[in-house]
């Protein structure tokens, strides 16, 4: 067994050489993902703020004007633009000049005055969804704290819900997604190094060279396994340290069980494009086939959208995707602070998935060596 761990030993440091030799290697595994970690954490949000906002005012009572000073008080609201009629406001949200045009109807302060139901029409851009939604969101709001200014005894006809945020006090959206960014970019990385290990021989003439070697096929493959699982631990490692130093998102819990989710899932990772890099003919085939896979694995991880409000055997697919389970260790030890044995159920189906991308890289290899 001696035997085998120093043939293992040999090979990682024959990779590790090839990685850490090459200096464009290392500016796009240690530079690049810093400078993505700060820029996406910053620049990826769903608050919508500089809002400009088109106005067709047929009112000319205090109804409108009280509501006009609503918005125009609200802090995410940058300017108000008035339009003739509704067709102008139409071509304006046609041109982008506004996301959404608000429609006060001429009998907006009698409906006000006789104390009657009040309807505006609101018109959203429906090319930026996300935002159009957001908007419409704020203008409810405004809606509604016009209302209680011009009719105070209708303000508070029901009782009041206060809201309290756990985990997240102001709703920072930062909050969420740069935890999340480390799962993101390791997955990136590791995937990026793991589908070149075997594609690379084939592409250079020394696949034949490789299996020639006095090694089992599982020693080879432990060997290729080592750069990019201690890429991918250092960059999560690096990563968590940083978060808290550039940002103010916290991290609550403690470094050993993120260490450990880092370690399982970068193996996870790096199984998944050596079993990719076992079926590639050259490193162009195996970037392809990486995002063929990266794709659907962010897709279904729960990052940009709820797994719950996916399909039912969607959800079953997403229970194994390693991303998922991933996602969850990082957002239960920054924001939750997690104990090590919260963490341990997501751990495992992220070890059974390497196990298994591993057995099928392994099985791979010796197919196509057969």
Not at 2 to 19: N, P, Q
Not at 91 to 118: F, N
Not at 296 to 315: I, K
Request: glycine share 8%.
């Amino acid at each position: 067994m001696s035997g085998a761990w120093t043939r293992i030993v040999a090979m990682a440091l024959k990779e590790l050489k090839v990685v850490l030799l090459d200096r464009r290697v290392l500016t796009t595994l240690i530079a690049s993902p810093i400078i993505q970690l700060i820029l996406f954490g910053f620049a990826t949000t769903l608050e919508v703020r500089n809002i400009d906002i088109g106005v067709v005012n047929r009112d000319v009572g205090v109804a409108s004007e009280q509501f006009l000073a609503a918005m125009s008080g609200n802090r995410n609201m940058r300017e108000i633009r008035f339009y003739p009629s509704e067709a102008a406001l139409r071509e304006a949200i046609e041109r982008r000049e506004v996301i959404a045009g608000l429609l006060i109807p001429p009998d907006l302060s009698v409906h006000y005055a006789r104390r009657e139901t009040a309807e505006m029409g609101l018109l959203l851009d429906g090319r930026r969804i996300n935002a159009a939604q957001i908007v419409a969101g704020y203008m409810a709001d405004i809606a509604h704290e016009a209302g209680g200014r011009m009719r105070p005894e209708l303000a508070h006809p029901e009782p009041e819900v206060i809201a309290r945020h756990w985990y997240n006090p102001n709703l920072e959206y930062r909050w969420f997604t740069l935890p999340g960014m480390i799962t993101l970019i390791t997955t990136v990385i590791v995937l990026s190094v793991s589908v070149q290990a075997i594609a690379r021989e084939r592409e250079f003439g020394t696949y034949d060279e490789l299996m020639a070697l006095p090694m089992r096929h599982w020693e080879i493959l432990a060997g290729k396994c080592v750069p990019a699982f201690c890429v991918g631990l250092f960059n999560g490692m690096l990563y968590v340290v940083m978060i808290p130093l550039v940002s103010d998102v916290p991290f609550n819990g403690s470094l050993l069980p993120m260490f450990l989710g880092i370690s399982a899932f970068s193996l996870a990772i790096t199984g998944i494009g050596l079993a990719i890099s076992t079926v590639s003919h050259n490193q162009q085939q195996a970037f392809l086939g990486g995002f063929l896979v990266i794709v659907p694995l962010m897709l279904l991880s729960g990052y940009a959208s709820p797994v719950d409000g996916m399909p039912h055997w969607l959800q079953l697919v997403a229970a194994i995707d390693p991303l998922s389970h991933m996602l969850t260790i990082s957002h239960g030890l920054f924001l939750k602070g997690l104990p090590a044995e919260a963490i341990m159920p997501q751990i495992l189906p992220i070890l059974a998935v390497a196990v298994a991308a591993l057995a099928v890289a392994l099985g791979l290899m010796r197919l196509r060596h057969d």
